[in-house]
């Protein structure tokens, strides 16, 4: 609430405000002068100041305040119509009116300061909360692969005698993967900062969907044990100016999601088709399990990782996938299948061209 | 080849890479020689020319770029790039300098040897070698016939240009641009739809596979290779 008013007002409408609103509660009491006594009209007066000081900021507030007592004084306190005031009571009365004011004015906006130091620091500890979070599960991310190496090298080092060549093989096979996966990690903070710089720009050139999707899935090959893959692409499908390079980012980070965290019996499949208006829509469902319903809306989220999962990651490859896609102008939506599987549909509008107008030649 | 008579030049300001670099050469019968500089690199290159040379591209002095630059206004044998910079432009860059094929960092030391021995092979054939065998896959230049499992395989003029084209620099990556260049002309330059289209025409006459192309390499972003 005193927030809302506060944007509402500038400073300078602030001061506007508080004297207005002095003013016409002066003129309220004047005209009923008849019926109210000049003492009831001080406590008029002072609540409307404390009022103001509720909202607005020190400097209007002192002004009403001022303002207040020397109104009060000149119209209502009698004599009337001078500043002069003659009995003692008057004077007394005068003089506690106008510290009452004060004191509640610079009370008031005292109490705000406090509530507004207060807001900060939640403000500023759900931040630092966030960034340990990150910090933590980014740490662990970078660090577990890095505690491999050394351990194992430590061991192969120090251990030679006492390792059976079985042993050493399979400690070298670890340093192997923690590596990769370091790289992985590397990898998706470097794109997270190409996407966070805000210098990304998409070189479009005409991209091959057919040769896109089987690269990926070759690079990928490792990542599946086994898991198949199908793969629909719509019959003469045209050639689409898009980058490469990004689309294939995308692509990867997608299946490469599904193949670490769908069950073992579940298939994923690729879905490449053309819209009306031009559109590529790139679809990769699987027949897992799907996303927790009240998740799907943070999966996008940069560093948001599922509640109850156990595999490895930052949190960043989807955010990635979001971000190359709407840098390329495209939109990319998730949703559960009816009976089960999550469905990444991606919608990218895009020149294209059509593969019969180009090849022919006898 | 007898690697025994080969010599590497490995010019990287890594002390780690050089190291690393040296020993899984030498395990494999190479003669390694080492520079950390771009100065010394090209100060060693004049003074005991190499078989060919590996140079990253992020030098401490001076960039890998200028250093390939001056290397190629005499240097004729093969150089390999290798670079932490992914980036398609520092590549393309460095191809069309006269690299003759690049690793990005972090790379696997056998697929390191395999680029090696690629491109010293292609450097000890002879220019114009008529007959290209790789695998399944025999392209005869003289008499423009090409063959899979020994049968004939019908290509149009444009297909077996590029196959050709390809076939004549097996195991190099030849950059979009390059292709499109010669095969269609200087004007066809930014047409890459007309490779994209003809690289999938003749993977569905030559490969197994047109999905998983074991003789067409698709490098993202960068262009096409041989094998």
């Known amino acids: 609430m005193s927030n809302f008013l506060l944007h509402k007002y500038t400073k300078k409408s602030q001061y506007i405000v508080s004297i207005s609103l002095i003013l016409s509660v002066a003129a309220l009491c004047y005209a009923l002068s008849d019926f109210i006594e000049y003492k009831v009209v001080a406590f008029l007066l002072l609540v409307l100041v404390s009022l103001i000081a509720m909202f607005f900021d020190i400097a209007p507030v002192v002004v009403a305040a001022c303002l207040s007592a020397v109104v009060w004084n000149y119209f209502f306190i009698p004599p009337r119509f001078t500043f002069a005031i003659q009995s003692t009571e008057n004077i007394l009365l005068f003089s506690m009116y106008f510290i009452i004011a004060m004191v509640n004015a610079v009370l008031t906006y005292k109490i705000r300061e406090i509530e507004k130091e207060a807001n900060r620091k939640t403000v500023r500890e759900n931040t630092l909360k966030l960034y340990d979070t990150l910090l933590n599960s980014l740490s662990h991310e970078l660090r577990t692969p890095i505690a491999t190496i050394i351990g194992a090298t430590d061991t192969l080092q120090e251990e030679k005698q006492k390792l059976s060549e079985a042993q050493s093989a399979e400690l070298l096979s670890e340093i192997s993967k923690a590596s ?39 690079q990928l090959k490792d990542s599946f044990q086994h898991k198949p893959v199908e793969v629909h692409i719509k019959e003469n499908l045209p050639l689409f100016k898009l980058d490469y390079g990004l689309l294939e980012q995308v692509l990867h980070n997608l299946v490469y999601n599904a193949a670490v965290y769908i069950p073992k019996y579940a298939v994923i499949s690729i879905h490449a088709s053309v819209s009306k208006d031009n559109h590529l829509i790139l679809i990769v469902e699987d027949t897992g399990n799907g996303f927790p319903e009240d998740e799907i809306a943070h999966v996008f989220e940069k560093f948001y990782r599922l509640k109850n999962t156990h595999a490895g990651g930052t949190g960043l490859g989807l955010s990635i996938v979001k971000g190359f896609v709407e840098a390329m102008g495209g939109t990319i939506r998730l949703e559960n299948g009816e009976d089960y599987g999550a469905r990444f549909t991606i919608d990218i509008p895009a020149e294209v061209a059509h593969v019969n107008d180009i090849g022919h030649e006898s | 080849m007898n690697p025994n008579a080969i010599e590497i030049l490995v010019i990287d300001d890594e002390p780690q890479i050089r190291k690393l670099l ?147 620099n097996e195991g190099k990556v030849l950059t979009h641009q390059f292709l499109l260049r010669t095969i269609w002309g200087p004007s066809f330059v930014d047409q890459s739809q007309y490779l994209r289209v003809y690289v999938a025409q003749l993977r569905k006459k030559i490969e197994t596979d047109h999905n998983a192309p074991q003789h067409l390499i698709t490098e993202s972003g960068i262009g096409y290779r041989f094998v």
């Open chain 1, 180 to 218: 990769i996966r370091l790289n992985r990690q590397v990898g998706n903070l470097l794109n997270m900062s190409r996407l966070e710089s805000g210098f990304l720009q998409p070189k479009k050139d005409w991209c091959d969907i057919n040769e896109l999707i089987y690269d990926v899935l070759n």
């Open chain 2, 22 to 168: 040296e020993i899984t050469l030498q395990s494999n019968g190479y003669k390694v020689r080492e520079a950390p500089t771009a100065r010394e690199g090209l100060a060693l290159a004049a003074s005991h020319p190499p078989d060919m040379i590996l140079l990253d591209l992020g030098l401490s002095d001076e960039s890998g770029h200028v250093v390939l630059q001056s290397l190629r206004q005499w240097y004729t044998r093969p150089v390999i790039i290798l670079s932490v910079q992914s980036s398609e432009e520092a590549i393309v860059t460095a191809l069309d300098l006269g690299a003759n094929d690049y690793l990005v960092k972090p790379f696997r030391s056998g697929e390191l040897l395999a680029r090696i021995r690629s491109v010293l092979r292609s450097a000890a054939t002879e220019p114009e070698e008529q007959l290209i065998v790789s695998g399944d896959l025999q392209i005869d230049l003289r008499l423009r016939i090409v063959k899979k499992n020994h049968e004939p395989v019908k290509l149009t003029g444009t297909e077996y240009s590029l196959l050709a084209l390809l076939a004549r």
